[in-house]
């Protein structure tokens, strides 16, 4: 239900989508009901693989890790790709090419923000996954560089491929549908939203301090599952008096999650620091400004649409959501540019150049 599940969904989607002569077999440790993936199951062309009876006898993490193999070679797989940073790791022994979707190594880059032993594992297999892929997809330059940086992967062994938006952020709401969105969650007449698991990294305190010098009518949506970081903030928030301008949304329906931004005067984005940055791309595609936070791939998401301020400079923040909030600064230019870069994060841009670069690693030509 997070940023790896969208990107999994969105990218068969779009491949089966895009390319029906292909057959695309899922493989996943379980299948629940969800609304989401209704779509994927109805695909004529694609098939879940779960793991037989026995195959997981040791948990579904293992299967993950070293069953699934097995299954590829049985069921004459001609490529593989991990979704999710990692691949199976005796994945060599199917000699099949390989190629895996690393999404960031942030617990490299900022490793207080994880357990040790969280840590450790992620090093370790997603380590060893860029060592074994034949192919990394990187879903930022930012990212790619990352890559490199840390487990000394050659330039020439990945590619940049953007990930998409879904489409659902691009169709605009109606005012009696906002509305009524904004009756079921009691939301005010003007706030700023913020999209994302309330934890250390994504820096809400930065918000909650750049709160107490907005007029006292704006008020501060953060949509997420709670950390721990959330207790902590919220203590911040009554020290600055401005508890009851917060308003914490949780399990927010994603069909409703375009309503809630398009309700919004703005979005931010202020995380210390991420591998692609979506929900930057979901306020564009949304049509509402964002002010996001310099440091690690939010610049490539944004582009020249969005406004940029250090994580730490909450007067910066402050001064930038008041100029859109007066009227000061120039939102319709800022939205039509946000249009306008979230266009180019296409989600049959995207199946092209997985497509593309799966027929180049198995010697075919993409046009057929």
Known sequence: MTGLGNYSR???????SEYPDDELVVYTPRLTHN?????????????FRT??????????????????????????????????NELPLNIAKCGIPTVVTMHDVIYRRLPYCYKAIDRYLYNWKYGESCRNATKIVAVSERTKLDVMEYYGIPEERIEVIYQGCDDIFRKQWGPTEISSLRHKYRLPGRYIVQVGTIERRKNAELGIRALAALPADTHLVLVGRPTSYYDKIMKEAIRLGTRNRIIHLQDVPFA?????????????????YEGFG??????????????AATGSCLEEAGGDAAVYISPDDAAALAEALRAIISGSAPTEQMI?????????????????????????????????
Not at 257 to 272: C, D, E, K, N, T
Not at 278 to 291: D, K, N
Request: glycine letters at 6%.
């Open 336 to 368: 039509s540019l946000g249009v306008a870069h979230a266009s180019r994060f296409d989600n049959a841009d995207v199946a092209s150049k997985l497509h593309e670069l799966y027929c180049r690693m198995l010697g075919r030509n993409s046009d057929t």
């Open 51 to 84: 793991p037989a009876k026995g195959e997981a006898r040791l948990g579904n993490s293992l299967w993950r890790i070293h069953g699934i193999t097995q299954s590829l070679r049985n069921d004459r797989i001609e490529l593989y790709h991990g979704l999710s």
């Open 35 to 47: 609304k989401r993936l209704e779509k994927i199951v109805s695909s004529s062309n694609v098939s």
């Open 10 to 16: 969105l990218v068969i989607e779009s491949l089966s």
């Open 278 to 291: 979506i929900p930057v791309l979901e306020a564009l595609a949304s049509r509402i400004p964002c002010v």
């Open 256 to 272: 409703e999650l375009p309503g809630i931004y398009q309700g919004a005067a703005a979005a931010i984005y202020p995380s210390r």
